[in-house]
């Protein structure tokens, strides 16, 4: 889930290559949305989306029952150890910092999913 289309396309694309079904969000309302409908395994959030923000989309999951289970990695452009500890707090599994290199987002995606 990112607010940047760009990103959006990136992270999806490079995911797909190694065989992930995706769905993509583009800001906080569409990605509770999604959760339901596509009841996925790892969801990649951005801290700072228009509207319901990353780190109330993290809470929101987190808190209920049924979505609990899923894995968070969050990943920013705008890094402060603040922000990082929040995230955390707010149940996220993993924090990326932007640009997020290839290689580490594989890692995180078989890490926390497999």
């Given at each position: 889930?990112?607010?940047?289309?760009?990103?959006?396309?990136?992270?999806?694309?490079?995911?797909?290559?190694?065989?992930?079904?995706?769905?993509t969000?583009?800001?906080?309302?569409e990605?509770?949305?999604?959760?339901?409908?596509?009841?996925?395994?790892?969801?990649?959030l951005?801290?700072?989306?228009?509207?319901?923000?990353?780190?109330?989309?993290?809470?929101?999951?987190?808190?209920?029952?049924?979505?609990?289970?899923?894995?968070?990695?969050?990943?920013?452009?705008?890094?402060?150890?603040?922000?990082?500890?929040?995230?955390?707090?707010?149940?996220?599994?993993?924090?990326?910092?932007?640009?997020?290199?290839?290689?580490?987002?594989?890692?995180?995606?078989?890490?926390?999913?497999?």
């Amino acid at each position: 889930m990112d607010d940047d289309a760009a990103i959006r396309k990136l992270l999806s694309n490079l995911l797909k290559q190694k065989g992930y079904l995706i769905a993509t969000a583009r800001d906080g309302f569409e990605a509770g949305q999604k959760v339901g409908e596509f009841k996925p395994d790892l969801i990649i959030l951005e801290l700072f989306m228009p509207g319901i923000d990353g780190f109330e989309v993290c809470q929101r999951i987190k808190r209920n029952p049924k979505t609990a289970h899923i894995k968070i990695a969050v990943h920013t452009g705008n890094h402060t150890p603040k922000n990082q500890d929040r995230i955390i707090k707010a149940g996220a599994d993993e924090y990326l910092i932007k640009p997020i290199e290839r290689r580490a987002l594989f890692q995180v995606a078989a890490k926390l999913i497999g």
